[in-house]
Every structure is written in C-alpha cells, then in structure tokens.
C-alpha cells in the first residue's frame, strides 16, 4: 500500500471532484467561533417566518443508515421548517464528497472525522459542527469460504476511501488480529457502501465492513462477521457534519439552522418509526418492509443521537491510523477543528424535546 503525504492526500481529495478549490482569505483565527446567549435566543425565531428560504448546498456520500437523520429531515420538512432551501446531493464516495466541499461545489459535508483529519493536516481548515454517528456502526463480513482472520492473507478486502472511516476501522480489526494491513492483504478502495456490498457479493473481494441493510444482504448469501466493531461502540465522528471554516464564519446562522433541522429530524425519526421507515424505502429504494425496519432499528435505536455532540475521542483511532501513513498527522490538535456551539445552542434551547 503506497504510503500517502500531505500533498497526495489533499489531491486525491480534489481529483475526486473534478476541481480544485477556489481561492479564499485565511480565517483570522483557527479556534471556533461561539455563540452568545443573544444569538440563541434570536434562532429561536425561525427565518421562514419572512417567507425567505436560504439556499445551502450539502453533499452525502452513501445511502446508508448513518443518513437516516438526513434522510428524515428532508422528508418532514424541517428544513423548510427552518428557513432553509436544502439542496441535497448524492455524491459517491467520501474523498468526492470532501472534494466537492474543497471546490466550493457545496457548503456543508457529511463526512467522517478521518476525513477532516486527512484534509487538514494537508492545509485544509475543515470544522465539524456535529457528529450524527458517534460509533463505528459496521460488522466485519466475510465470504462464506473465510472462516479465519488468517484464511484473509493474501486476498483482497474492500476499504472504501483510502483515509476514510471504513479504512481506518479495517485496519484495527486488522491489526486486532493479527495482520498488517499493507503486507498481508489487498486493500481495495471503492466508491461508498454500495459498491463495497456489490464487490463483495460479486467475490471482487473476500471481506469488507458492512452495515444495514447491505449487511442484511450479505448475510442473505452467506457472508459472515468475523468482527462485530458495532457491538465494541468504539468512538468515531462518522456522518459529521463540516464545513469550511472561510464558509462558516460567515454562515454562522446558516449553519446554526442547519444543525436546529437535523436535531429535530433526529426527533421524528426516534419517536415516528413508520415515517422513518416511510422516508427510508424512498432514498433505498426499497420496498422491503424487513430489511428497512431492521436498518431502522440498528441505526435510529442503538446509534443515533440526540446531542451530536463532537468529542476528541471520536478521532482517535483515526489520527493513530493516518499516523501510520503520514507521521505529520501525529500531533494535530484536532481541538481546533471543533466547534459544538451550534449543537450546544440547540440543546439549550431544547429543540428535541419540542418535537
């Protein structure tokens, strides 16, 4: 496995997209700005009460369970709710939809803590304002032919994005278990859930995290886990929520109604099952009453939070993992690429409990 520097890192981010982004002041100042008691009070009062919308732009970067929160949102209408036009985009693949936000083809990303590491420490300024995933939600799913981490030596495994959370938790389990991840299998990149299932069901590779409904297919055919990291509920900052900081600093409202949406998403979502469930069949395309309840019930129920609230401890293993490829990701204080205000103001204001 090539070992990736600052430069590369940020690159593969940038081709990705098709762009390189456009040129923009340096923030005055790397520590997050705050919000003030008299800038909670006033979101209380939501824009679209002027009959405005404000156009914000956000990209995803998988059907999976770990958007049902944006799914939701977009479904009950609470970001119109909020004075927003949200423009959501589906882009395969967590390093396009990062390179879409570097390119300024969309504001806002729900993208992993890795990948908010990766740019950074190659002079990026990404923020994350919330963490909609705060645990690794994935099995580890080999053929049927696998039955032991060493019968994996020598073959190929699905990893999604180099850098990207699934990366980073294929390499604990392999190391876990005794393998080196760039000696004694071929980790294969693709392009986001979808494509892992698909390469794995199609024996492109032997072995591959896997969450619902994808794993529930996968378990259809035989496959099983021979690590279960979901049940472990290690820390990670999966489906953030970032920006760039030139973008936020100047957005803070934006932002801020952004975050009040998907709070109050989150809400429907836990208390309206068959809504959910509803909303989920349309971004799935799926028609099984199953496999989304079941999706629904791993997710919404056991992973999904109220108070996405954004930790340290949700970057640790990603910044011990890039480490290993890039030693200047050793040392970054990923505090300063933090800013739980706007979650924070949310709560105060108690917009869970009002729905």
Not at 110 to 134: K, Y
Request: aromatic letters at 6%.
């Amino acid at each position: 496995m090539m070992r990736l520097g600052k430069t590369l890192v940020l690159g593969m981010l940038l081709a990705g997209c098709g762009g390189a982004p456009a040129a923009s002041a340096p923030a005055t100042s790397s520590a997050p700005a705050k919000a003030t008691a008299s800038t909670s009070a006033s979101l209380a009062a939501k824009p679209a009460a002027s009959g405005q919308l404000i156009k914000v732009t956000a990209a995803y970067p998988n059907i999976s369970g770990s958007n049902i929160p944006i799914f939701i949102t977009a479904e009950g209408g609470y970001f119109r709710r909020n004075g927003l036009d949200a423009d959501l985009q589906f882009i395969n693949g967590a390093a396009k939809s990062t390179g879409a936000l570097l390119a300024n083809q969309v504001e806002i990303c729900h993208c992993g803590g890795s990948e908010a590491v990766n740019v950074n420490t190659a002079n990026g300024d990404l923020v994350v304002t919330a963490v909609l995933t705060p645990v690794y939600p994935y099995k580890f799913m080999a053929a049927p032919d696998i039955k032991t981490f060493n019968d994996l030596k020598g073959k190929p495994i699905g990893i999604s994005s180099i850098g990207g959370a699934v990366d980073v938790v294929t390499r604990l389990v392999l190391r876990k278990n005794g393998l080196d991840p760039d000696k004694d299998v071929i980790l294969v990149p693709d392009n986001g859930s979808t494509f892992r299932i698909d390469a794995l069901l199609g024996g492109a590779t032997k072995a591959a995290m896997a969450d619902p409904p994808g794993l529930m297919k996968l378990e259809e055919k035989g496959f099983h886990a021979i690590a279960n990291p979901a049940a472990e509920k290690i820390p990670t900052a999966n489906s953030g929520v970032l920006a760039q900081r030139s973008w936020l600093n100047t957005h803070r409202d934006v932002m801020q109604h952004y975050v009040d949406a998907l709070i109050e998403g989150t809400a429907r979502a836990k208390r309206d099952k068959a809504f959910a469930v509803s909303a989920m069949k349309k971004y799935f395309k799926s028609d099984d009453d199953a496999t989304m309840s079941g999706t629904y019930d791993f997710f919404v129920n056991d992973v999904e939070t109220l108070e996405p609230l954004v930790k340290p401890d949700q970057f640790t293993d990603s910044i011990n993992e890039l480490a290993k490829q890039n030693p200047g990701v050793k040392n970054y204080d990923i505090s300063k690429a933090i800013d739980n205000s706007f979650v924070q103001s949310a709560i105060e204001r108690g917009l869970a409990k009002q729905i």
